[in-house]
């Protein structure tokens, strides 16, 4: 994987949430001066760390937010199955705020969080074929990514930028269930992927790939990944013996959506199944 030596000013939004905490350790061992974006202050901001406390979806304050940056990782946007005008104003308004403050401030580099709940209703075959798959959302969050993504598709075209569009399976510090088993990206790997997304293999152009790690049970083929420099490392296998590998809680069905593909799920409502307490 192609290394950017020098410092780099990166923005971060959704600097408050999971997995952009468990990404911002990596980013300061790498040296980056980051700013963490979110409508939440991020906790315990590090020396290269600067808190701006604002909504994506505000043009003047992405603009000033992202005023001599290099890149953004953009992860802010809501994570579950919502109504559909609060995934719209968030994950694809927001969306097109921030790209647009990108190419007003000059950045040519960015990171898209889209979701394998883009392309949830193709089987999961499908994903290990070595093709990009098209947009078949499971859901109104499905289709909030897959705006996303064809947003970053017009600017990545627009406006010479490359754009990564990684379908994300599951983040965590370590995977808690089965499926994570397949679909796990690990705090380590989404690191490598920012430092992918940094290098200048395939600039411009846009890229849509899976956001898994090296998953001994993975369903994804990680041969577009590669091909820009995202060379996952980590295998959920080694956490398997202490995972209850017979409940899975949200089963595939064959579908890459999972429960969220099934009959159970309904549009606009969160009602993903909880975990039964033992």
Same mark, same amino acid.
């Given at each position: ?172 510090? $370590? ?41 001994? $049970? ?61």
């Amino acid at each position: 994987m192609s290394e950017t030596s020098q410092p780099l000013d990166i923005a971060l939004t959704g600097a408050a949430g999971m997995m952009a905490t468990l990404l911002r350790p990596y980013l300061e061992k790498a040296g980056r001066r980051v700013r963490l974006i979110d409508l939440a202050a991020a906790p315990a901001p590090g020396p290269r760390e600067t808190l701006h406390v604002g909504s994506v979806a505000d043009a003047a304050f992405m603009n000033a937010a992202l005023a001599g940056t290099d890149a953004v990782i953009h992860l802010g946007g809501l994570h579950r199955e919502m109504a559909w005008k609060d995934l719209v104003a968030t994950n694809i308004t927001g969306t097109q705020v921030t790209l647009e403050a990108a190419r007003i401030n000059g950045v040519k580099r960015i990171l898209l969080a889209s979701s394998t709940h883009s392309v949830g209703f193709h089987p999961l075959e499908a994903a290990g074929g070595g093709r990009v798959l098209a947009p078949r959302p499971d859901s109104y969050y499905g289709v909030s990514k897959a705006a996303m993504e064809a947003l970053g598709s017009l600017y990545a075209d627009k406006f010479a930028m490359k754009v990564v569009s990684a379908r994300t399976g599951t983040g965590g510090e $370590r995977p808690n269930d089965a499926r994570m088993l397949s679909s796990w990206l690990s705090p380590a790997d989404s690191y490598r992927l920012v430092e992918a997304t940094l290098n200048d293999l395939g600039a411009p152009g846009h890229h849509v790939l899976w956001g898994v790690s090296a998953n001994a $049970r993975g369903w994804a083929d990680l041969s577009a990944g590669r091909q820009i420099g995202f060379d996952p490392l980590d295998d959920a296998e080694a956490f398997a013996s202490e995972l209850d590998t017979g409940d899975v809680g949200d089963t595939f069905d064959g579908l890459l959506g999972g429960f969220w593909a099934s009959s159970s799920h309904r549009i606009g409502v969160d009602n993903y199944p909880q975990p039964v307490a033992k």
